[in-house]
Nanobody, 120 residues
Framework: QVQLVQSGGGVVQAGGSLRLSCTAS????????MAWLRQPPGKEREFVAL????????DYAESVKGRFTISRDGAKNTVYLQMSSLKPEDTAVYYC?????????????WGQGTQVTVSS
């Protein structure tokens, strides 16, 4: 069983930056690809970013490419999402997820979610 605990989030003005963190309680953090997804108000959950088990590969949704950066720290069992040039349409509940495979659509464990609100 993997527990994912998220931190960060909050309210930020458009154009600002924010960093989300997600810490995994697991001995074998390196066995999991890690991802961030989000659910805007009234919409379906959508993929945001993905990082491979070793951190050597990343994948981003077109809507965040060039503005968001996913990274991971194996020593801290933590994955980050650095968000810059935020837009009101980035407002959503953000979730981290762990996956045994490097995939945009298949996840095994989820964090609790954290609200990000971007004001115009």
């Amino acid at each position: 069983q993997v527990q994912l605990v998220q931190s960060g989030g909050g309210v930020v003005q458009a154009g600002g930056s924010l960093r989300l963190s997600c810490t995994a309680s697991v001995r074998t953090f390196s066995n999991y690809a890690m991802a961030w997804l989000r659910q805007p108000p009234g919409k379906e959950r959508e993929f945001v970013a993905l990082i491979s088990r070793g951190g050597g590969s990343t994948d981003y949704a077109e809507s965040v490419k060039g503005r968001f950066t996913i990274s991971r720290d194996g020593a801290k069992n933590t994955v980050y999402l650095q968000m810059s040039s935020l837009k009101p349409e980035d407002t959503a509940v953000y979730y981290c997820a762990a996956a045994r495979t490097y995939s945009r659509t298949s996840y095994d464990y989820w964090g609790q979610g954290t609200q990000v609100t971007v004001s115009s």
